[in-house]
Nanobody, 115 residues
C-alpha cells in the first residue's frame, strides 16, 4: 500500500509562489510514476504535471513555464514548484503515484490565489 501526504498549500497573492511537497511511502518509491492533479470548484480534476521513474516530465499547457515538478527518491519526496501564480490556479492539488497500473492518491492540499 502506497501512502501519499501533501503539504505546502495555502493562500498566496497573484504573481506569488508556492512549493507543494508530497511525502511517499514504500521501498520502491523510485519506481513510481509521480504526478500532481488539481480540482477547482465546479470543475473536473485535471492533470498538472508528471514525472516518471527516469525523471522525464510532462506538463499541462496552462502551467508550462510556471510550474516545475521534481522528485527526490532518496527522501521519497515529490515536489511542485509553482511560480507566477494566477487566480485560475486556485484548486485542491493532489499528489499521485502510479505503479504497474495501480494508482494512489493523497488527501489533497488547498491552494488559493487571491489578492
Amino acid at each position: 500500500q502506497v501512502q501519499l501526504v501533501e503539504s505546502g498549500g495555502g493562500l498566496v497573492q497573484p504573481g506569488g509562489s508556492l512549493r507543494l511537497s508530497c511525502a511517499g511511502s514504500g521501498r520502491i518509491f523510485s519506481m513510481y510514476n509521480m504526478g500532481w492533479y488539481r480540482q477547482a470548484p465546479g470543475k473536473e480534476r485535471e492533470l498538472v504535471a508528471q514525472i516518471n521513474m527516469i525523471h522525464r516530465t510532462n506538463y499541462a499547457d496552462s502551467v508550462k513555464g510556471r510550474f516545475t515538478i521534481s522528485r527526490n527518491d532518496a527522501k521519497q519526496m515529490a515536489y511542485l514548484q509553482m511560480n507566477s501564480l494566477k487566480p485560475e490556479d486556485t484548486a485542491v492539488y493532489y499528489c499521485t503515484a502510479e505503479f504497474r497500473g495501480s494508482d494512489y492518491w493523497g488527501q489533497g492540499t488547498q491552494v488559493t490565489v487571491s489578492s
